[in-house]
């Protein structure tokens, strides 16, 4: 693991790679971070970036083809959780959970909500006593904001919120330390979107715990996390501090990104960079930066060289001239 003992979970080099038909598609390519405890790590980018097989991949829900992932777990011992087998990974896996994107599909219709929530215990601690066990649902239920009067109910009568504070109980149930939230509140509404971010905020503080958030709303992966990582095609192009890659973001891709964020002010009018073409086929991604198609700023080296994650001004940039692009953050300008 990184010598700095905050360090909780250590991704290194990641991928994963899909074949159909003897067509190969790289979804996740070489990609590396550190997350410390008590941290949230955003993960942004456009869809298809790779984003939600990367999470999939740090918590084993799917099998990453290369790469670790390190996780310091309750016990003090280091663990490669790509390594473990099935025995030891169930083990490791009450520590790190995931919440998953849709609040609709990812809840079983044919169960109440007090036997979903209940699942993970059942599947850990089949010995548990049932009073026990439903003690401990309606202690979760009730901190996440839940009606406990109603936990008997079935999953179709509840509303989006409600069921994503549904996912989110039975993703702390087991009192875990990491939890990947998988564009937790993308399918929410505005408002309803704010209460399970303040939620998850609230129950970080109180329960110490750490996040991989993945989303595609810069807004929110800026109120929510300590660091940003942005991805491209698989790759991670940045990865700073959010205030820094913010204000002052060190790769052009990132730069378009923040460009395109709506400001809640009439009075102000972003300048909009509008990326040219489309996303590259991952299947045949193109020579040298995946991302110059699209770079205003793309030189012939950029079309031969593929550009390796380089540390710069404390933050990791995957471009050739990131010292000498002058990039902009969130530039407003008075309409």
Same mark, same amino acid.
């Given at each position: ?20 038909? !003897? ?29 939600? $097989? ?57 169960? $109440? ?6 699942? =993970? ?54 009192? =875990? ?32 715990? $750490? ?17 940003? !990582?942005?991805?491209?095609? !698989? ?41 040219? !073409? ?58």
């Amino acid at each position: 693991m990184n010598e700095n003992q905050d360090v909780i979970l250590q991704v290194k080099n990641i991928s994963k790679r899909f074949v159909s038909k !003897g067509v190969c598609v790289r979804a996740v390519t070489n990609v590396s971070f550190d997350v410390c405890k008590g941290e949230t790590i955003g993960i942004v980018g456009e869809s298809g970036c790779g984003k939600t $097989t990367l999470g999939r991949c740090i918590v084993r829900a799917i099998e990453a083809n290369e790469g670790q992932v390190l996780y310091r777990a309750k016990d003090g011992q280091t663990y490669d959780l790509l390594k473990l087998d099935k025995r030891e990974m169930r083990k490791v896996r009450k520590e790190i959970q995931m919440i998953f994107q849709d609040p609709y599909s990812s809840l079983d219709p044919r169960m $109440t909500v007090i036997d979903i929530i209940a699942e =993970p215990i059942k599947a850990n601690f089949p010995k548990m006593p049932k009073k026990e066990r439903e003690q401990m649902v309606m202690d979760i239920a009730a901190k996440v904001g839940l009606n406990t009067t109603y936990l008997k109910r079935y999953p179709h009568a509840f509303s989006g919120g409600q069921r994503q504070r549904i996912g989110t109980a039975r993703a702390l149930i087991l009192k =875990p330390q990491v939890i990947v939230c998988d564009e937790a509140v993308s399918a929410l509404d505005v408002s309803i979107q704010a209460q399970i971010i303040n939620l998850l905020k609230e129950l970080q503080r109180e329960m110490e715990l $750490t996040y991989i958030f993945i989303s595609h709303d810069l807004s929110v992966v800026e109120h929510i996390s300590d660091k940003v !990582g942005v991805m491209y095609l !698989g790759q991670l192009v940045e990865f700073a501090e959010t205030e820094a890659l913010f204000s002052k973001p060190m790769h052009p891709y990132t730069e378009a990104l923040l460009s395109a964020v709506p400001v809640a002010d009439p009075d102000v009018q972003m300048q909009r960079i509008p990326l040219e !073409g489309e996303i590259p086929n991952p299947a045949n991604p193109p020579s040298g930066c995946y991302f110059h198609e699209r770079c205003r700023y793309c030189q012939q080296r950029c079309v031969e060289e593929q550009p390796s994650l380089r540390q710069i001004n404390g933050r990791q940039v995957a471009c050739h001239f990131a010292e000498e692009l002058d990039l902009r953050g969130f530039d407003y300008e008075k309409a």
